[in-house]
């Protein structure tokens, strides 16, 4: 399992697609395998799930995510957890422990929140 989190100042995003980097935690048999940040290539339409789905990312967590973002996620073959604040440490801490909290989307810009859960976190851009 290989998952990024949007990031900023070592602290969750609160857009995936407008953060400064991705930490890309590599995860096997419940332990960090290899931990590593990646520049954001650039906020384009389906840019950022291709670049990180080429990395070989399965799932990403971020503060909030447009619908348009998740339907390119969909494509990708990828997950998502959204509504997520914190420290990237504490919240790779949480997803180890199977404690991480999702909440509403922070993606303010559209048509509304969602419940933080997979497939629900709209704003609609």
Same mark, same amino acid.
């Given at each position: 399992?290989?998952?990024?989190?949007?990031?900023?100042?070592?602290?969750? =995003?609160?857009?995936? *697609? #407008?953060?400064? $980097?991705?930490?890309? /935690?590599?995860? &096997?048999?419940?332990? @960090?395998?290899?931990?590593?940040?990646?520049?954001?290539?650039?906020?384009?339409?389906?840019?950022?799930?291709?670049?990180?789905?080429?990395?070989?990312?399965?799932?990403?967590? =971020?503060?909030?995510? *447009? #619908?348009?973002? $998740?339907?390119?996620? /969909?494509?990708? &073959?990828?997950?998502? @957890?959204?509504?997520?604040?914190?420290?990237?440490?504490?919240?790779?801490?949480?997803?180890?422990?199977?404690?991480?909290?999702?909440?509403?989307?922070?993606?303010?810009?559209?048509?509304?929140?969602?419940?933080?859960?997979?497939?629900?976190?709209?704003?609609?851009?």
């Amino acid at each position: 399992m290989k998952l990024a989190i949007s990031t900023d100042n070592n602290m969750v =995003a609160q857009h995936f *697609g #407008r953060c400064m $980097q991705y930490t890309i /935690v590599e995860i &096997e048999n419940s332990e @960090i395998k290899e931990k590593k940040i990646l520049d954001n290539p650039g906020h384009a339409p389906g840019a950022i799930p291709k670049f990180l789905r080429e990395h070989g990312c399965d799932l990403i967590i =971020a503060g909030g995510m *447009g #619908r348009r973002a $998740q339907d390119f996620f /969909v494509q990708f &073959e990828m997950d998502w @957890i959204i509504g997520v604040q914190g420290k990237v440490d504490d919240v790779i801490e949480a997803y180890l422990n199977d404690t991480l909290e999702a909440g509403e989307s922070s993606c303010e810009h559209g048509e509304g929140k969602g419940d933080g859960t997979h497939g629900h976190g709209n704003c609609g851009h």
